[in-house]
């Protein structure tokens, strides 16, 4: 019991798949203009990272090694098909502003990493688990990136106005970087170094500097 | 299932099978995940065609009560009706053939349209299809406006809209833009009605039947002869103002709704 | 011409895969500590794009698209949904042919790129390119462009962010920015920069 809420709740901060594993930021960064594209966008990826954690650890004895991979991708592949097939029928207008970044859950490196690095070797309960917590670890980052982004840029937050824009009669001017690409790059470093400073546990260690004359050795 | 670990420890792997149960796994595999996918497409379908329907008449209905005097369209009142019809671009008359509700949807129309030229295509609309879809709203039997859906590329991205032009085929009673991605805070006010606004009453071609309309920069004053086919444009976006100034002289040209536009102006009404 | 130029130039830097839309970028952070392997991953990744991206196109446009299979005599289906598992079907075996290739006829690279052969599979730039492609509706000659032109522009911001990370070993960052973070920030200074291009057109 205490195992299975465990791997619910260690994703969210201490092993956070965007933080310290680096995992899963593409679409994490395109999505989080408006809040409501962001947490959109994190729950379809919970449903599907959840649901194919749990289907592959249902067959994992099944599943030869072989050809392990392309079965992992194939199920993925078809439940982001579903998944894209209901938004598109209960919220065509957001799904459209999603546009390709839902069909690329699919090369999501935190699916196929929990995929093939915890559901194929536990149980399906505790995969499902798993699932569910790496899913709400990203939604999270997504949130938090998507909320700053679009109070910042737009003065609002879902679509209700909560800094009244200057061009309509307010005070704000809004921040139009934060609409643009780079401002999700900035966002995302000033969030890693807010967690690890909070967690100096996940801190890089400092690389060894390359020897000065020696030629840089061709290392994988 | 064996003992299993529910907890987080991972268990030893499986000894690896044969060819043939190997093959018959990836066969079972692709049949589950196949019969999913097909269920889920199949049953959702229906809701899908709906709301992409809703969508685009939500849009047009929200054009068509932005505009003075067509407030009242979408009750129906006063017989006004409220019609989709495909329209054979280079002749200007019906299609018969095309389904418009397949057209505006962005199918059916088999492979795309012929591809223009770079040096004809100052709009970056790419291929023109042989027929495009327009909404009709006649009151009493008589056309009152006609809608016109629009694209074209802007600064960085395509823009989409739609034009409404009177029943005289000269007249712009509102434009609409649908979709676009560009730059927050400077193009991106091409999608806000107060910009919107500026097109209304303007008109699309002069005494000679010379395309005039265009976005400008600075716009002469409002009793000149030239400002009927003049829009002020935004300022710090020239670029995304001139996108949509040259896709809509496009799709009112020769290569565009033209012919049909000018089977309006003849006062050829069906 | 001066079309297939526009596209590619576009592709490369208006729309650069990983600065523009940070598709691949997993990939890219993971990879891009060192110039060498960053130049062969984008070689590799290059390779695969120009030869999925044309490929994907021709299953769209002959398969699936909606009215695709009028030659087969079924001008009604509408297949576009089997998209999605088509494309990474496609990429997945061209990754698997192009392993077989770099090992036999390349196996200096081989060794270096290791585990990130096969990850190719994975990445999110391969398959958004095919995606993008099929969502602007390009043809075959279009498609053929973008794959190169996309392919090129992901290699090119990779090899600069990993000559950048190179020189970042010698700073002194805080300790919670060094690493991830201070990649994170140089990236969006890089996207920053590539934002100048929009609105570039070749005539």
Known sequence: MSGGLRALAR??????????????ICSALAVTRRLDTALLMGASLIAVVALSNAAIAAIRHQVPRSIRLIVQITIIASLVTVVDQLLRAFAWELSRQLSIFVGLIITNCIVLGRAEGFAMSHGVRASFLDGIGNGLGYALVLACVGAVRELGGSG??????????????GWYVPMGLLLLPPSAFFLLGALVWAVRSWRPEQVEAAEPLPAAAAPASGRG | MAA????TNPEAPAAEPGAARTLAIAFAVCAGCAALVSASVVLL????????????EARVRSLVEGVPGLSEWGTGAGGATFELRAVDLATGGYASDADPEALLRGEGEGPPGEALPPDQDPAGVGRVPRSAPVFELRRAGRLHTVILPVHGRGYVSQIRGYLAVAGDGNTIRGITISEHQETPGLGAEIERPEWQQRWQGKRLRDEEDRVRIRVVRDATSADSAEAAFEVQGISGATRTGDGVSELVRFWVGSKGFGPYLARLREGGDR | M?????IFVRAAFVENLALSFFLGMCFFLAVSRRVETALGCGAAVLGVQTFTVPLNQLIHARLLRPGALAWAGLPEVDLSYLGLLSYIGVIAASVQIL???????????????GIYLPLLTVNCAILGGSLFTVERAYGFGEAAVYGFGSGFGWALAICMLAGVREKLAYADPPEGLRGLGLCFLVAGLLSLGFLGFAGIELR
């Open chain 3, 2 to 6: 001066s079309d297939t130029v526009q």
């Open chain 1, 11 to 24: 994703p969210i901060v201490d092993e956070n798949p965007i933080t310290l594993q680096i995992l899963g």
């Open chain 1, 156 to 169: 609002s937050l879902l679509g209700v106005s909560i800094l009244p824009l200057q061009e309509h009669g």
């Open chain 3, 99 to 113: 392993e077989m290739v770099v090992e036999r006829f390349f196996p200096a690279l081989f060794r270096r790129l």
């Open chain 2, 45 to 56: 379908r229906p809701l899908q065609l709906a709301n992409q329907r809703g969508a685009r």
């Open chain 2, 4 to 7: 299993e670990a529910d907890r």
